[in-house]
């Protein structure tokens, strides 16, 4: 189980760490109200906001050369549409809490990085 998997990982690094950057979890609320419950409470979370047009282009584009089957129009669509359904609620919760960092994603990957860089510098 993924849970598991994390708290394992993350029990690990403790000494070590000072903060934990989780890619793409929790995906749906019931997940992240179970992390909370079970491994420790989020103190923030990363949103980069990106159209669903700026999105459907950067995938096609890695379409090309990624080999993926799933980079492809309909299949982008379904995981824009689960996204939107399921874990654009995750946001509006940690939102509400004060808990989201939102960073712009329109711009280039050496400016996004420059801004998570620094955010995650200050923690």
């Known amino acids: 189980e993924v849970l598991g998997l994390l708290k ?16 793409g979890y929790p995906r749906q609320l019931d997940q992240g109200k179970r992390f909370e419950a079970e491994i420790a409470p989020c103190n923030t979370v990363l949103y980069f906001d990106v159209s669903d047009k700026t ?9 090309k ?3 993926r089957v799933d980079d492809n129009e309909e299949t982008i ?8 359904n399921e874990t654009k609620p995750v946001i509006d919760y940690y939102q509400e809490q004060g808990k989201v960092k939102q960073i712009s994603a329109e711009t ?16």
């Open 8 to 23: 394992d990982a993350m029990t690990g690094k403790l000494p070590e760490s000072k903060c934990f950057l989780i890619d």
């Open 55 to 63: 999105m459907t282009s950067r995938l096609m584009e890695r379409g």
């Open 65 to 67: 050369s990624s080999g």
């Open 77 to 84: 669509k379904k995981r824009l549409t689960t996204f939107h």
């Open 108 to 123: 280039g990957i050496d400016e996004v990085f420059v801004e998570v860089k620094s955010f995650m510098d200050s923690k």
